[in-house]
């Protein structure tokens, strides 16, 4: 009971941590637009740290361990592979997305797709990072609940109020410190739980010596699954709403670029670590559900470190349901309140929308995971279109002259029927729903392009020149599309 109290109290105590910050920021969210970006621009650094606190949510580091459990240091690909995503990101579209001064995703495929695949793809990127906002309150409601030891439907309830208030108060400002406080809070708590685990097993020798060698090997998860998980993560990474909008509050694009690589060290490093814990748990506890793994390591620690690894746990949760809150409530104000009021953002009835929308966006997931919780199985919907948002990002900024306007709107329409029935089939032949998802917009953009001199489609718009951050030989900017020529 003593020891159920500490953690109460400290998490408790985080939450409050949250709120002074949460009211600190809100001086700066003043309107709509600032309540959206956070009113100013913000140290790479700092959204490195946003960036890796919006992709761990309490599930990476339970399923990690989980599966690492399982299978070995190979489960640290589940999370390992987001880094690489985030390499990706750095490489190929972080400049040139913080150059075309959108920070909405519908809004940049706008740019050449037009009206109509905008609210498509807003449409259902709300409805997918809803999905996400289930998941997470149901997965992480549960872990909390049994290892705060309170009812489950209090822990769900008790965080989503939480993460919705604060995140209401102080807009994308509060987002991004409360976030870099979740990232701090939860790297150190994995650090200190992998520490612990390693020296409860004797040290990383006598890890090796008890374990069988196929747990230390890279693939043993299987190379399908690790490259499923791949293209899942990239995909992921490339089109999510929170991603493009936590890359638009830095100066210049390499400071965006350097955000992201900052948050892959970081995803890589946790994934290594967590996978760590799941590998001692197996030392430790043999004959328990790779579910408990990480748990069961937590169930080891005196009643002080215990609490504090579990207040990381909580700020993985509030971290990625205040990001989904913030992103689905600027696309809703952007995409659909702005056009229909044309209100350019700096009312106070443009704020006070923004602000309702954060607390309805939040607060809707809450019943479906608390009555329907097999709903997480549904979670493939937010993977798959995430994936296919992707692949017409790459042709956006590579190869806006391919396809078509309308064949866009098709890709994402025919990429949502079309993944939900491959999944509901079983994904026959073994073919992972997530290749689907990504071929289909390949396929109907291919098709449309070829095809466009014959029906006299119109085809896609161009970007207009933005600076980049590199000029060519002559000065001029060059063409967000374009590869910057070295001679000279």
């Given at each position: 009971m003593q020891a159920s109290w500490t953690v109460l109290s400290l998490t408790g105590l985080y939450m409050a941590v949250l709120g002074v910050i949460s009211f600190a920021a809100k001086r700066y969210a003043d309107s709509a637009k600032s309540f959206t970006s956070g009113g100013t621009t913000f140290p790479a650094i700092l959204i490195g740290f946003l960036l890796m606190s919006e992709f761990i949510g309490t599930t990476a580091s339970i399923g990690t361990a989980q599966v690492a459990y399982s299978h070995g240091i190979s489960g640290a690909w589940s999370l390992a592979v987001l880094g690489i995503g985030f390499i990706l990101?750095?490489?190929?579209?972080?400049?040139?997305?913080?150059?075309?001064?959108?920070?909405?995703?519908?809004?940049?495929?706008?740019?050449?797709?037009?009206?109509?695949?905008?609210?498509?793809?807003?449409?259902?990127?709300?409805?997918?990072?809803?999905?996400?906002?289930?998941?997470?309150?149901?997965?992480?409601?549960?872990?909390?609940?049994?290892?705060?030891?309170?009812?489950?439907?209090?822990?769900?309830?008790?965080?989503?109020?939480?993460?919705?208030?604060?995140?209401?108060?102080?807009?994308?400002?509060?987002?991004?410190?409360?976030?870099?406080?979740?990232?701090?809070?939860?790297?150190?708590?994995?650090?200190?739980?992998?520490?612990?685990?390693?020296?409860?097993?004797?040290?990383?020798?006598?890890?090796?010596?008890?374990l069988p060698a196929r747990m230390f090997e890279a693939s043993t998860v299987g190379w399908p699954q690790i490259i499923a998980w791949f293209i899942a993560a990239t995909g992921a990474i490339f089109s999510t709403q929170y991603v493009i909008q936590a890359i638009s509050t830095v100066s210049d694009g390499p400071k965006a670029q350097r955000a992201s690589l900052y948050s892959a060290l970081l995803l890589i490093g946790?994934?290594?670590?967590?996978?760590?814990?799941?590998?001692?748990?197996?030392?430790?506890?043999?004959?328990?559900?790779?579910?408990?793994?990480?748990?069961?390591?937590?169930?080891?620690?005196?009643?002080?470190?215990?609490?504090?690894?579990?207040?990381?746990?909580?700020?993985?949760?509030?971290?990625?349901?205040?990001?989904?809150?913030?992103?689905?409530?600027?696309?809703?104000?952007?995409?659909?309140?702005?056009?229909?009021?044309?209100?350019?953002?700096?009312?106070?009835?443009?704020?006070?929308?923004?602000?309702?929308?954060?607390?309805?966006?939040?607060?809707?997931?809450?019943?479906?995971?608390?009555?329907?919780?097999?709903?997480?199985?549904?979670?493939?919907?937010?993977?798959?279109?995430?994936?296919?948002?992707?692949?017409?990002?790459?042709?956006?900024?590579?190869?806006?002259?391919?396809?078509?306007?309308?064949?866009?709107?098709?890709?994402?329409?025919?990429?949502?029927?079309?993944?939900?029935?491959?999944?509901?089939?079983?994904?026959?032949?073994?073919?992972?729903?997530t290749y689907i998802a990504v071929a289909i917009p390949i396929v109907v953009m291919s098709v449309s392009h070829l095809l466009r001199g014959l029906t006299g489609e119109e085809r896609p718009g161009h970007l207009p020149e933005v600076v980049t951050g590199e000029e060519n030989a002559s000065g001029r900017a060059l063409p967000l599309h374009s590869t910057p020529s070295r001679a000279g």
């Amino acid at each position: 009971m003593q020891a159920s109290w500490t953690v109460l109290s400290l998490t408790g105590l985080y939450m409050a941590v949250l709120g002074v910050i949460s009211f600190a920021a809100k001086r700066y969210a003043d309107s709509a637009k600032s309540f959206t970006s956070g009113g100013t621009t913000f140290p790479a650094i700092l959204i490195g740290f946003l960036l890796m606190s919006e992709f761990i949510g309490t599930t990476a580091s339970i399923g990690t361990a989980q599966v690492a459990y399982s299978h070995g240091i190979s489960g640290a690909w589940s999370l390992a592979v987001l880094g690489i995503g985030f390499i990706l990101y750095a490489m190929l579209l972080a400049r040139r997305f913080k150059a075309l001064g959108e920070n909405t995703i519908s809004g940049a495929l706008s740019r050449i797709y037009g009206p109509k695949v905008k609210v498509a793809t807003s449409a259902i990127m709300i409805f997918a990072i809803q999905i996400v906002a289930i998941s997470v309150y149901t997965s992480g409601g549960a872990v909390l609940s049994s290892i705060l030891g309170i009812d489950r439907t209090v822990a769900i309830v008790l965080t989503g109020i939480v993460a919705v208030l604060y995140v209401t108060v102080g807009g994308m400002r509060s987002v991004i410190y409360t976030n870099v406080l979740h990232a701090l809070v939860k790297y150190l708590g994995i650090v200190i739980a992998f520490v612990f685990a390693l020296n409860q097993v004797g040290g990383m020798g006598e890890l090796q010596a008890r374990l069988p060698a196929r747990m230390f090997e890279a693939s043993t998860v299987g190379w399908p699954q690790i490259i499923a998980w791949f293209i899942a993560a990239t995909g992921a990474i490339f089109s999510t709403q929170y991603v493009i909008q936590a890359i638009s509050t830095v100066s210049d694009g390499p400071k965006a670029q350097r955000a992201s690589l900052y948050s892959a060290l970081l995803l890589i490093g946790f994934s290594l670590l967590a996978a760590g814990i799941g590998l001692c748990a197996a030392v430790l506890s043999p004959n328990i559900p790779p579910l408990q793994a990480f748990p069961s390591i937590i169930a080891r620690m005196d009643t002080l470190t215990a609490a504090f690894v579990v207040a990381g746990l909580a700020g993985s949760l509030f971290g990625t349901i205040s990001a989904v809150s913030i992103g689905t409530a600027t696309l809703l104000f952007k995409d659909f309140y702005q056009p229909l009021f044309k209100d350019r953002g700096d009312s106070q009835r443009s704020l006070m929308f923004v602000r309702i929308a954060t607390v309805v966006v939040g607060l809707i997931p809450l019943p479906f995971a608390i009555l329907a919780p097999d709903v997480v199985k549904v979670t493939f919907l937010a993977k798959a279109l995430r994936a296919t948002l992707a692949v017409l990002v790459l042709l956006l900024f590579y190869a806006p002259w391919f396809g078509t306007r309308l064949g866009a709107l098709i890709s994402i329409l025919a990429s949502l029927v079309l993944t939900i029935g491959w999944f509901l089939l079983g994904d026959p032949f073994g073919i992972d729903n997530t290749y689907i998802a990504v071929a289909i917009p390949i396929v109907v953009m291919s098709v449309s392009h070829l095809l466009r001199g014959l029906t006299g489609e119109e085809r896609p718009g161009h970007l207009p020149e933005v600076v980049t951050g590199e000029e060519n030989a002559s000065g001029r900017a060059l063409p967000l599309h374009s590869t910057p020529s070295r001679a000279g």
